[in-house]
């Protein structure tokens, strides 16, 4: 079935040719960062992993002041600036030997790569509406991981024939896949409202005050850093189960990070599309997703206590594994991200989609030292906690459900949808929801950020 015309976004296909583009660039580092930044910055690894870790931490707290960035200025312009930073970030890279000059490009590029993705989603905000963000987010997040996979094979084909230079043409090669992703923004345009629409300033306000005060947006924020967690398990606490607990080949391990991918790029947009013609409410699909991923790691903890000695069932084990943990990651993905974008108030959605952001950077910085403390314990102890959080994650979900706007939670066609308002959400279980009015938020004081938004 094609998309209705009133549904259909002018330069559509900019924003997933955008995400393909970053994808290879990313996707020609991820795999190596170690070993790529020990190359470039002829760096120990230790001090590499060290400044890797500090810096990431440290980009976090820049995701406030891109929330506010994006609702005073656009996302597509932020994209263009973040963009520009990751180009001259991994251009210096090379010639950043000394450990100073290395923390400080590492820093700055960390900062605008936690802040890309906030971005990111608040521009498929701005150009699309009702069911074409679902679309778009799909389309977006497929076509993003088939450029991590082309990414991957590119640099180990460069690094295969130009040796420890490869490293720097791949560094360099990184920094031009930004520009010409950055480009490719170009065609974008916001969408016209439907209806009448109140300008919406874009002002500080009332900024994260709104935020910590929408109760059912936090629920949907911290059932997203559980969910996070399912995430990072695959790269991860999947190798070292493989190789730790089951003493399994570890080149199951790489096997089973392809197929993901693979099964991400080909079968995202078709996953999305069914779902959508399901007519099913995003909370609960994103539910599903989760409980896809608790049935993925129980299924990992009855095989951690059987431990399989033939490489055979073994892998023919992991490959089922693997295909319902991506079944879940499939219709978890755009659901969960488009839940946000929709609950978001247009007047700040950048700051809302900034701390949604945050429970991605937390739980990437948290799962490597939890997975690997839980299995020291017990090889089977990180995946039961994380079949536990699934389930929480499922059920907050359901719980917020009736708290969140009805055009957040369940697809509309975009000739349906009318431009609220900004609400405030408190999550009270009143009938009555509390508004407030655009002009009041461009009257409200000036509030700092708290600092619980930067943790």
């Known amino acids: 079935m094609g998309t209705p015309k009133s ?34 910055t002829g760096l120990s690894f230790t001090l590499v992993g060290a400044v890797l870790t500090a810096t990431g931490l440290a980009g976090i707290a820049v995701l406030p002041l891109a929330g506010t960035t994006v609702d005073r200025y656009g996302a597509k312009r932020v994209l263009y600036v973040l963009s520009g930073v990751r180009v001259a970030g991994f251009a210096l890279y090379p010639f950043a030997h000394s450990l100073p000059a290395f923390a400080a490009v590492a820093l700055v590029t960390a900062a605008a790569d936690r802040a890309f993705p906030a971005a990111q989603q608040a521009l498929i905000g701005e150009v699309a509406r009702g069911t074409g963000r679902d679309r778009l987010q799909a389309s977006t997040r497929a076509l993003q991981n088939a450029g991590n996979g082309a990414g991957a094979l590119l640099a180990t084909l460069v690094i295969s024939l130009a040796g420890s230079a490869g490293y720097t043409y791949a560094a360099w090669g990184n920094a031009l896949s930004f520009a010409l992703a950055a480009l490719l923004l170009r065609p974008l345009r916001p969408a016209p409202a439907a209806g009448e629409e109140t300008p919406v300033p874009h002002r500080a306000g009332a900024g994260y005050r709104l935020v910590l005060a929408d109760r059912s947006f936090l629920v949907v ?23 730790e607990w089951l003493h399994g080949p570890s080149v199951l391990t790489g096997t089973a990070f392809t197929l993901n991918t693979v099964l991400c790029a080909v079968a995202g947009v078709g996953v999305g599309a069914r779902v959508r013609r399901a007519g099913a409410r995003r909370t609960r699909a994103a539910a599903l997703g989760g409980a896809l991923f608790a049935a993925a790691f129980a299924a990992l903890i009855v095989l951690g206590t059987v431990r399989p000695t033939s490489d055979t069932v073994l892998g023919g084990a992991m490959v089922a594994v693997v295909l319902v943990y991506t079944l879940g990651e499939l219709i978890h993905s755009p659901a969960a991200q488009v839940l946000a974008v929709e609950a978001a108030p247009e007047a700040v959605r950048g700051r809302y989609l900034a701390a949604y952001q945050m429970s991605w950077s937390l739980a990437k910085a948290v799962a490597p030292s939890l ?27 359901i719980r917020a459900e009736r708290h969140l706007p009805a055009e957040a939670v369940r697809p509309r066609p975009a000739e349906a949808v009318r431009v609220p308002t900004p609400v405030v959400r408190t999550g009270a279980p009143t009938p009555a929801r509390a508004t407030v009015p655009v002009q009041a938020l461009a009257s409200a004081p000036v509030v700092a950020e708290p600092e619980g938004i930067r943790s």
């Open 221 to 243: 924020t911290g059932a997203n850093f559980l969910n996070a967690l399912s995430y990072s398990a695959l790269s991860v606490l999947f190798p070292l189960f493989m190789v």
């Open 371 to 397: 997975f690997t403390s839980l299995l020291a314990l017990d090889g089977r102890a990180p995946w039961a906690v994380l079949v536990l959080t699934s389930a929480v994650a499922a059920a907050l979900l």
């Open 7 to 40: 549904e259909r976004i002018p330069g559509a296909w900019a924003l997933p040719l955008n995400a393909a583009v970053n994808g290879v660039g990313t996707g020609m580092y991820v795999p190596f960062t170690l070993v790529f930044f020990h190359a470039v």
